[in-house]
């Protein structure tokens, strides 16, 4: 079972910039598709941003293209969520997610994902 670790989460002022950061302690997934996806209270859980297993390829919600950027470590043991003009809509608990299927690609959609982490708490303050 794979377990995902999110950490960079915080508090930071309208806009700010946070960097996320997703790793798999004692495993690698450089074969996998990841994403990010976020859950503000009382909302569902969106798409955010995902990137393919060799990071040829990336996504974004149009609500952050622009400012969020995805990418992968230089291992590609490590997977990143750049976010630069944080607006108080932002806030949300991230979560990280990982795919199963080998050279997976990047994927919107949740139902894609197999693994996931705990998640990490940003909090935008206007």
């Known amino acids: 079972q794979v377990q995902l670790v999110e950490s960079g989460g915080g508090l930071v002022q309208a806009g700010g910039s946070l960097r996320l950061s997703c790793a798999a302690p004692g495993r690698t997934f450089s074969s996998y598709g990841m994403g990010w996806f976020r859950q503000a209270p009382g909302k569902e859980r969106e798409f955010v941003a995902a990137i393919s297993w060799n990071g040829g390829s990336t996504v974004y919600a149009d609500s952050v293209k622009g400012r969020f950027t995805i990418s992968r470590g230089s291992a590609k043991n490590m997977v990143y969520l750049q976010m630069i003009s944080l607006k108080p809509e932002d806030t949300a608990v991230y979560y990280c997610?990982?795919?199963?299927?080998?050279?997976?690609?990047?994927?919107?959609?949740?139902?894609?994902?197999?693994?996931w982490g705990q998640g990490t708490q940003v909090t935008v303050n206007s």
């Open positions: 997610a990982a795919d199963s299927i080998l050279y997976g690609l990047a994927q919107r959609d949740q139902a894609e994902y197999d693994y």
